[in-house]
């Protein structure tokens, strides 16, 4: 093969893996509030465009047990996730457009690509650390306060 036409394929083959690692996050910080008021803090990285939502937690290693990720989709319609890449075991909580929690997929196991649906209608999707919900307490009609949500 021609070293330049190697260096062409080369090229070809690693642009769409260098563009996928520039996904880029912000950052902000939600609270999760129980029905009988008790709260916790989680710095979260925001999922907000489809490269975002789709990229989600995959390839992470590691994250601390006060972060997350908040996907924010802007309506409620029903939802599925899948852990395909994703090599931490997570809660997957699933909210309503006011931040309710509608669902809770506790301990999806890494990197299985069985759908997980929300099984009602969501508008967002908080990530955290396989065990934190039962850890917590949290249930279905406890709360994500965060901006994006209406109050």
């Given at each position: 093969m021609c070293?330049r036409?190697f260096?062409?394929?080369?090229v070809?083959?690693?642009?769409p893996a260098?563009?996928?690692n520039?996904i880029?996050?912000?950052r902000d910080?939600?609270e999760?509030?129980?029905?009988?008021n008790?709260?916790?803090?989680f710095?979260?990285?925001?999922?907000v465009?489809?490269?975002q939502?789709?990229?989600?937690?995959?390839?992470?290693k590691t994250?601390?047990?006060?972060e997350?990720?908040?996907?924010?989709?802007?309506r409620?319609?029903?939802?599925?996730?899948?852990m395909k890449n994703?090599?931490?075991?997570l809660?997957?909580?699933?909210?309503?457009?006011h931040?309710?929690?509608?669902?809770?997929?506790?301990?999806?196991?890494?990197l299985?690509?069985?759908?997980i649906p929300?099984?009602?209608p969501?508008a967002g999707?908080?990530?955290?650390?396989a065990?934190?919900?039962?850890r917590?307490?949290?249930?279905p009609?406890?709360r994500?306060i965060?901006?994006?949500?209406d109050?």
């Amino acid at each position: 093969m021609c070293p330049r036409l190697f260096h062409v394929l080369l090229v070809v083959i690693a642009l769409p893996a260098a563009a996928e690692n520039d996904i880029t996050f912000s950052r902000d910080i939600l609270e999760v509030v129980t029905e009988d008021n008790r709260s916790w803090t989680f710095r979260v990285d925001l999922a907000v465009s489809p490269a975002q939502r789709s990229r989600g937690l995959m390839f992470r290693k590691t994250m601390a047990d006060d972060e997350g990720m908040l996907f924010l989709f802007g309506r409620e319609a029903p939802r599925s996730f899948w852990m395909k890449n994703t090599y931490l075991p997570l809660d997957i909580i699933f909210l309503d457009r006011h931040g309710v929690i509608v669902s809770i997929a506790a301990d999806a196991r890494p990197l299985d690509e069985t759908s997980i649906p929300s099984g009602v209608p969501a508008a967002g999707v908080l990530e955290v650390l396989a065990g934190t919900s039962r850890r917590l307490g949290l249930e279905p009609g406890d709360r994500v306060i965060h901006r994006a949500f209406d109050p």
